[in-house]
């Protein structure tokens, strides 16, 4: 009976997470392009400048991916899984080999010491979670933190394609969550860029500013929890603004069954405020004026960030959960292949 209340349950849920995604892609279209949305670089984002993405030739080293993470989880490294392995087949033992993997039985047999030998599995799911809240519209120097989260997205979309695993996403806003399966080589590529764009270029200050019946982020991380198959690796790709006690305890279902990589996506402005001046800010729907000549004020608004950031960081590690910080004006490229062990030949900012 739990086990049929479970299916039930995921079913229902499944439904309406279709029911919201079908009446989103309606309402605004297959490819919704907002008009000049190429000449607005760092407002919005492209098919065409994520296609072009490919070209920076990003790939991760598995290897160097696992140590990576290790090292950021600290105490928690045991708990990264990395790819799984299956049984290959038994050889003789060659001195090097790993004692521990001895077949006692076949060398029993044989009366000559033979050894298992594993290899990793061919393909695994990558699940991308990318944030397109209007939170995420926002930005003071060469892009959005939207932009920035639609391009890690990209690159390592392109980077799963190459490794030849299969590749899943789940995009959402403040109303709207859309699941994309696992898809194997251009497929999934192409289903993941055609709606990230759609997400993406919906954002905008011409957007009413709108309070959800649930939090969205913690309700994403719900729907996550349900498709999320075992094994997988998710990669939150977020500013992870509302990361409420809420959101953590989905994380952790998550977290059970997958290795879970947290990108936390800031822009300048956010640590730290523009020297002796006033400044005007707004969200589309509400303006607000800061005065920024006094220096105590500019130092408690750093210290709050800092603060924030160190208690989203230990948040997650608490999970076995490492976390990159990724700033809108940073090397985009350089950032992640210095925290992934991703190797690029060609520079991509």
Not at 262 to 270: G, K, N, R, T, V
Request: proline share 3%; aromatic share 6%.
């Amino acid at each position: 009976m739990a086990t049929s209340s479970h299916t039930d349950h995921r079913d229902a849920q499944r439904a309406a997470t279709a029911h919201t995604e079908t009446s989103f892609i309606k309402n605004s279209g297959v490819l919704r392009e907002r008009e000049n949305a190429s000449q607005a670089v760092g407002a919005y984002v492209t098919m065409e400048e994520l296609v072009a993405l490919a070209n920076a030739q990003c790939r991760i080293d598995l290897h160097a991916q696992k140590r990576a993470l290790a090292a950021m989880a600290g105490s928690h490294r045991s708990a990264f899984r990395g790819r799984g392995i299956d049984f290959d087949e038994v050889r003789i033992y060659t001195p090097g080999d790993d004692v521990r993997s001895i077949d006692w039985r076949v060398t029993a047999r044989t009366g000559r010491t033979h050894t298992k030998v594993f290899r990793e599995e061919r393909e695994r799911p990558v699940y991308l979670m990318v944030d397109q809240r209007q939170s995420m519209f926002f930005g003071s120097h060469t892009a959005m933190k939207s932009v920035v989260a639609a391009r890690t997205a990209a690159l390592l979309a392109w980077a799963t394609r190459e490794q030849g695993d299969r590749l899943g996403a789940l995009i959402f806003n403040d109303q709207h969550v859309h699941e994309l399966r696992p898809r194997e080589g251009k497929r999934g590529i192409q289903a993941l860029f055609r709606i990230l764009v759609q997400f993406n270029q919906f954002l905008g200050a011409d957007q009413p500013v709108i309070t959800p019946s649930r939090q969205p982020f913690s309700q994403a991380l719900e729907a996550l929890a349900h498709v999320v198959r075992p094994g997988s690796l998710v990669v939150v790709i977020s500013d992870f603004q509302q990361f409420d006690s809420i959101s953590v305890q989905q994380l952790q279902l998550v977290k059970r069954l997958s290795d879970v990589i947290a990108i936390s996506i800031s822009d300048p402005l956010e640590a730290r405020l523009p020297k002796g001046g006033t400044y005007g800010y707004t969200n589309g729907e509400q303006s607000v004026r800061v005065d920024t000549r006094n220096r105590e004020f500019r130092k408690r608004f750093s210290i709050h960030f800092v603060e924030q950031q160190n208690q989203l960081r230990e948040a997650l590690l608490a999970q076995g959960i490492p976390t990159i910080p990724i700033s809108t004006d940073a090397a985009l490229a350089d950032t992640l292949g210095k925290a992934l062990g991703l190797r690029h030949r060609r520079g991509v900012r």
